[in-house]
């Protein structure tokens, strides 16, 4: 049941990268990395500052070599092939466009360095930036673009070369919220258009979930968890996992098959499980009622906490002495302080992994 | 319930503007600069000018004329010496430059000591360079010397001219020693404030490294190698003492001609020495507008045709 599936057997990899290991000064950056992609596919590398994804993504490009392992692209290995012959595009965090050329310039740049006529450029760049919504901007100076501006320029430099592979390091962490929001849709969009196989970095969970078809999750250097965003949201591999998915439920139990016992309580699971466990439920998915009914894992609470985020309502419930769960609710459902609730919580919301005395370390953006 | 709309921050107490200062503010800033500058170099061109055209008799008279520049522009000496000049500062400017492209590029990873290295040179008079060159290039100097004591060479007349030749190599080789540094100096301060992410993104995009080079790293120290080199061939083109102890005897740079003809025994060539001087000035603002030229006619944008 824990999905710790760091290396799925896939029939068609694009992208293979076998026991990739990195050190800097002595220090792992990245550590015996295994991952596939497939062709086509929108996979997030996902995990907190300094956990070696933007590493890997570098050593995928080539501007860092590993100190062991291989990068497959497409059976060829591409350990001794330099940057510039991968045919891989690699988009910044900050667009990075080149000041000293205009913005037309700057998304032929690729054709110009593969000897493509000026002609031929010039209007394949014209045709590009009228895709990422850009047309008329390509006598304008870099410095005269906004953040969003930027970043559709390089994404358009980067996919006029027509890249086997595309990487995006962070490219959306600098643009406010609403842009963000856009630029995701406009990745994605131009994704489908190009079908170009996508590996975007980011610390980010919601942007990863959003944007990718699948997640890897990196820990100091570790892949802990590869899986489709839904099943890494609701089925975290482990604790650090889930915490750094949202989690914020988190309880030991007993487990026998699927009846656990928790501070005198008894949970019905759909999932089999026999030993000590840690329990999880995400906390929207508690249902709050302020009339009992009589279903299993329907439990007495009362409401310690109400914080109103406006998009929702977060209460803290207090279910036994030494068992509080957070729930998230609809801005609409109101409860006072102090007030008996029972709390539903769906068997097939609930979900656990093995207990661990000493938590694994948890660094939450 | 009370929507109070807030302002912001700026519109409550404006900050003040970089792009817009007051102009008589910035004018009054400028004013001791100016001054000082104005009142030594202004000043003196001014009374130069005056002197040229007459204005103020060398002996007391005035006769306003163009006489002195008419000497001076039909001196059968002034375009040999022209010539002369631009192609020695022009020389030694191009590979100074060329020489600390390259030493700066080679140093861009080094440590503190490669800048330290590069100042080296800088507070050692032009005399000292001079006196150098002389010790080592001169027939009788110490390598011609070291050579012969080797066998290499029968007699110092074996050894080739180095120092007052016609093509003026003790000229340029003490340039090159004194320039070579500077540029580097500034040329490695440009290249290490370039962030190296961006070869980095030129060389994912399919840049060889001379297409980086070529492409990214060269255009963006272009302002960099434009000023420094200006300046540098602004200094040789103007400078004395180096032709007149190292160039050849004839023909003599620019300067080293007003230098004579300021010095000639007959004081009536004086007015003819200062129009010289005046031209040699205006030479050299002309390239400083060349220069301005350039680097506005580099910021232009090219024009995509096709698009709107």
Redesign the interface.
Known sequence: MYKCNTHPQSLRPHLHLQELTKQFSGVTAVQSLWLEVQAGEILALLGPSGCGKSTTLQMI???VQPDSGTITLNSQILNRV?????D???V?QRG?L?????V??NVA??L???GVSRAER??K??AM?RQVQL??F????PSELSGGQAQRVALA??LI?HPKLLLLDEPLSALDANLREEMQDLILRLQAQTGVTMLIVTHDQAEAVVMSQRIALMFEGCLRQVDTPEQIYRQPCDETVARFMGGVNFFAAEAHGRQWRSNDLTLLSEYDHDGCVQVTIRPEQIQVLAEGRSQANTLPATVIANRFTGTQRRLTLAIAPELTLQAWVTPTQDFRVGQSVWAYLPPSALWCFPHRTVPYPVQVP | MIFVKLQPASQHHPAPSLTQPFPWQAYLLMLPAVGVVGLVFGGGLVLALLQSVGAIGLLGERQISLTAYQAALTNPEFLRSLSLSLYIAVVATGLSTLISIGLALLLRTAGRWASFACQITLPIPHLVGIVGVLLLLSPSGFISRSLYALGWIQSDQDFPLLVNDTANMGVLLHFLWKEVPFITLILLAVLRSI?P??E?????????PW?RFW??TL??M?TGILSSSLIVFGYIFASFEVPFLLGSTRPRTLPVLVYRAFTDSDITRRAEAIALGIILSVLSLLMIVAYSWLVSRGGQ????????
Do not use: C, W
């Open positions: 490009a080539g501007v330099p940057p510039e012959r991968r891989i595009a690699l910044l990075l080149f000041p000293h050329l205009t037309g310039e740049f690729g110009k360095m593969r010039d209007e760049a014209i930036l047309e008329g390509a006598d304008r100076k430099r980067s070369i | 962030n992410a961006y980095m993104q030129a060389q994912i995009l399919g840049a060889t297409q492409n990214v255009p963006m272009r944008k090219r024009q995509f045709t096709k698009d709107a």
